[in-house]
């Protein structure tokens, strides 16, 4: 299985991807287990703490279960 750590950012009232607002250095990431996506997940939501408000980052699953 594949996951992707999708980081968003608020954008008026709505959450879109930084891929599809062509942030560059944001963009989604893969990784091959839940575990290690959730790990990154909660060291970016870590260091993002101060713009909780406005980023967040989300682990996603790619594919079929």
Known sequence: MKWLLVVYFLVGTEWVTA???G???WGSIYYKTDEECLTR???FTDNMKNYSNAIRAQCEHIGFY
């Open 41 to 43: 997940q909660h060291e």
């Open 23 to 25: 942030m560059d250095g």
């Open 19 to 21: 891929d599809s607002i």
